[in-house]
Nanobody, 124 residues
Framework: QVQLVESGGGLVQAGGSLRLSCAAS????????MGWFRQAPGKEREFVAA????????YYADSVKGRFTISRDNAKNTVYLQMNSLKPEDTAVYYC?????????????????WGQGTQVTVSS
């Protein structure tokens, strides 16, 4: 059974930082691309970042480029999202997701497995 478990969310002031983690189990983690998405109240789930199985290629939404960094440790079956210079508009539930393809893709429909989400709240 595939499981993705996020952690690291919380409340932070604008300009602060958080690091989210997503631990995967139940499959060969290092074969697959991983992504982070977020969903604010009343809004659709939106793409944040993605990383190829090897970590050699990353892809970011324009809204987070230069502030967020996605990385992975295949030995630990974990993907990370380092979030710096946080803004109130970054407030959302953040989800990690696994894509059984080899590519960095940005649509929720492309992803096969999802975590339960972790809340990130940025105060002004």
């Amino acid at each position: 059974q595939v499981q993705l478990v996020e952690s690291g969310g919380g409340l932070v002031q604008a300009g602060g930082s958080l690091r989210l983690s997503c631990a995967a189990s139940g499959l060969a983690f290092d074969n697959y691309a991983m992504g982070w998405f977020r969903q604010a109240p009343g809004k659709e789930r939106e793409f944040v970042a993605a990383i190829r199985w090897s970590g050699s290629t990353t892809y970011y939404a324009d809204s987070v480029k230069g502030r967020f960094t996605i990385s992975r440790d295949n030995a630990k079956n974990t993907v990370y999202l380092q979030m710096n210079s946080l803004k109130p508009e970054d407030t959302a539930v953040y989800y990690c997701a696994l894509d059984v393809s080899l590519f960095c893709r940005d649509h929720p429909h492309d992803y096969d497995y999802w975590g339960q989400g972790t809340q990130v709240t940025v105060s002004s």
